[in-house]
């Protein structure tokens, strides 16, 4: 039995005909992914009024799954939660995802507005519907033998949220988590060239021991991490995450030090100087 909270991932609006072949497999996912839902055969007790119950249903719901089919067509039921559910939808209270199960056509011939909206086909197979749904409801699916992490800039606040194997080195993580939280390699100082920066993942609980540090120290650090095993420190881009303790949920702080390896910018001239010499020329 889905034992939801008061607010549900999902009410699916269906055909009872569809129940056995489409229904309740999907639910089967939906329960595996660990995704709330509101469905009449679990929310409907007997004796309980219907109109109320659906109307609790569909308020109680964060998006409202269409589960469109030819036994769909014309049911007074299905039809009156898809007029409310598009009608929320216009307001912006509700998001509306159309599942077309079979009959597309037939379905978009009798509900052009569908048409319009960006939709799934069943099709396409439970595992990419469940991780699409999982994505939506903000449950991301972490794919088998990856850990989930939290990326955090401390210098722009950008917050990432990535899936990886244990077994990346320190320099794929960092690469990666600038480049999805759309930090630069430079920094611009008024040089001719621009200061070469390198980023360091900083584990949030060891940033006492990381800010401890003289700026020469952290220069020298590619990574901080604070697993239960006691502090774990990189001191090579090429180290495995796995073998410096990397757990799951882990939230790094990502910090710029300067790139030891690049050369120092060269400074150009004050602008006044420069004026002053075209003058002499």
Known sequence: MNTAPTTRDFFISHATADKAHYIEPLVQEL???KLTYW???IDIAWGDPLAAKINE????SRMVLLCLSEAFLGRPWTELEMSAALSASADGKQKVLPLILNAQEQVFQRYPLIRGLMHHSFDEGLPAIGT????LAGKPVVPEGEIPITIESVHTGALVNLSVSPRVSVKWLSDHARLAAGLKEEAQTG???DLKLRWVLVDAK????WKALSRRQQQQVHAM?????GLSVSRSSDDRMSDLGIYPGIVFHLVAVPDEAAPLPRFRAPERVSRFRRRVL
Do not use: W
Not at 57 to 60: I, N, Q, S, V
């Open 31 to 33: 329960t595996r992914l």
């Open 206 to 209: 060891a940033e006492g021991e």
């Open 191 to 193: 040089a001719y060239e």
């Open 39 to 41: 469905l009449d055969a």
């Open 57 to 60: 249903g569909l308020a109680k």
């Open 225 to 229: 991490l604070m697993p239960e095993t």
């Open 132 to 135: 699409a749904l999982a994505a």
